[in-house]
């Protein structure tokens, strides 16, 4: 960084050989998906037929502890949607649309429906695919059967083979894929971006945001069509503050907004609310089984919606701000205290305290037998974590997320009284719920 005078938090990627190479050849990024897709067969395949203890099946520390967890919330939080270049899913659905029909998924900008006075698209299906897909993660025990991770996967892949044969320009990748919706929310939080330096006119892949160049942020799904199509276009590592681009964006859209609640409510809420409201309604009165935690799941969702519809209509009320715009940029507050919980309290302690075990069996199954002690690190560095975890780290994303709603606001020009008095009843929902989540869960 530093190399340009004119963009100080800039370097050019392509100005290295070895990068240009891996960025701008039609061959390199094939190759990785032939690596990927075989390995994500393995994955299946040992998930389906290997031993049956997770933390010792290929199939589950393969797609739970050294993809899942480290490598997609890593490369959310740091470079936007990045793993979708690697994606082995992403590279099924490019291979199989070849041979679809290639009809054009309804546009979102044309397909508009109104609920509660926010106009919703098909962008919000991604936010639906994520509530299903993580429903039974936890609250089915899936990522405790390695059998159920496989079926899990493999009904994925079918999904996506179904869609990819009947729409074109990867319509699974922006509208389908659990993941996608997330990484186009989190990617605004990431401290980098991989952009390329001009407009190409290659005509984007998603043809989505009509962009002409490369950017890991958006909904980019990282096809690299516009750098292997114009390889002599430079591709840069733009630095910028974490949150930056979620102030700066320009179409900003209620299904992101949605997205967002969503990840609040199923990562910190969902972990408070679910047993208080078995215990409150009684549920296992009336509800059997595996279903009891379903319903709570589902429960815990509405009433994360409902404290945040409650917070923005007080909020507008008072403020005189629009009802929808209240509801797009508010989300925001709660984005970075998501993140950090499921970073904080699952991502890496989980990788800390197993990680050196699950590479073991990552890499043994390959022929290379390494013998690294189960935790990566001593019980004092774990134990250091979990106390900035229980008490620093929730609070960084609380103000971190009220200081992007309040930059985002200040550039509209709306005046400190008014943005006090929208961000106000959301700073209280969110300082009561993180203050309840620190004191049942992390503490
Ligand atoms: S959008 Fe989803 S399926 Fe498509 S490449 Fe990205 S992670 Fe993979
Ligand atoms: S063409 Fe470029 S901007 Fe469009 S999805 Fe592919 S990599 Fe991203």
Redesign the pocket.
């Known amino acids: 960084m530093g190399e340009n005078s004119e963009r100080p938090w800039h370097i050019t990627l392509t100005d290295n050989r070895i990068m240009k190479f891996l960025l701008t050849n039609k061959y390199v990024q094939p190759t990785v998906h032939v690596i990927m897709v075989g390995i994500f067969f393995l994955a299946i395949w040992e998930g389906l037929t290997g031993p049956q203890d997770p933390g010792s099946n290929f199939g589950a520390v393969a797609f739970f502890e050294l993809w899942w967890i480290p490598v997609m919330l890593f490369s959310l939080v740091l470079i936007g949607r990045i793993w979708c270049y690697f994606c082995p899913m992403g590279a099924i659905v490019r291979f199989t649309q070849r041979f679809g029909l290639k009809r054009h998924f309804p546009m979102f900008a044309n397909t508009k429906t109104t609920v509660l006075g926010i106009s919703i698209s098909v962008v919000s299906i991604t936010a639906i695919t994520f509530i299903l897909a993580r429903m039974p993660m936890y609250n089915l025990g899936m990522v405790f059967d390695p059998q159920l991770i496989s079926y899990f996967f493999l009904i994925s892949t079918i999904l996506a083979v179904g869609v990819s044969l009947v729409y074109q320009r990867q319509a699974f990748c922006r509208y389908v894929c659990p993941a996608s919706g997330v990484m186009t929310v989190t990617s605004r939080l990431s401290p980098f971006e991989l952009r390329q330096e001009a407009e190409t006119g290659?005509q984007?892949?998603?043809l989505e945001y009509k962009?002409e160049?490369?950017?890991s942020d958006r909904r980019?799904?990282?096809?690299?069509?516009?750098t292997t199509e114009q390889p002599d276009e430079d591709v840069g590592l733009r630095a910028r503050w974490p949150g930056a681009a979620a102030i700066r964006q320009r179409i900003p859209l209620p299904d992101e907004a949605i997205l967002i609640i969503v990840l609040w409510a199923v990562f910190p809420i969902d972990h408070v609310l679910s047993d208080h409201i078995v215990t409150v309604t009684n549920a296992e009165a009336f509800i059997p089984g595996d279903w009891v935690d379903i319903y709570a799941y589902f429960a815990s969702l509405l009433l994360a919606f409902a404290g945040y519809l409650t917070a923005t209509a007080v909020g507008s009320w008072w403020s005189g701000i629009d009802w929808e715009e209240s509801f797009t940029w508010l989300a925001y507050a709660y984005l970075p205290w998501a993140v950090l919980f499921m970073l904080g309290n699952h991502g890496i302690p989980g990788f800390l305290e197993s990680g050196g075990a699950a590479l073991n069996v990552f890499f043994t199954t390959f022929g290379i037998p390494i013998t690294l002690s189960e935790s990566l690190v001593s019980e004092s560095t774990i134990a250091v974590w979990n106390s900035f975890n229980a008490t620093l780290l929730p609070w960084i994303g609380v103000i971190w997320g009220l200081g992007i709603v309040w930059f985002a606001f200040r550039r509209f020009n709306f005046s400190k009284r008014t943005i006090v008095r929208s961000l106000l009843p959301h700073a209280v929902l969110l300082v009561a719920t993180t203050a309840w989540v620190v004191v049942e869960v992390l503490w």
């Open positions: 290659v984007c892949a998603t962009s160049y490369l950017s980019c799904v990282s096809c690299m069509n516009c």
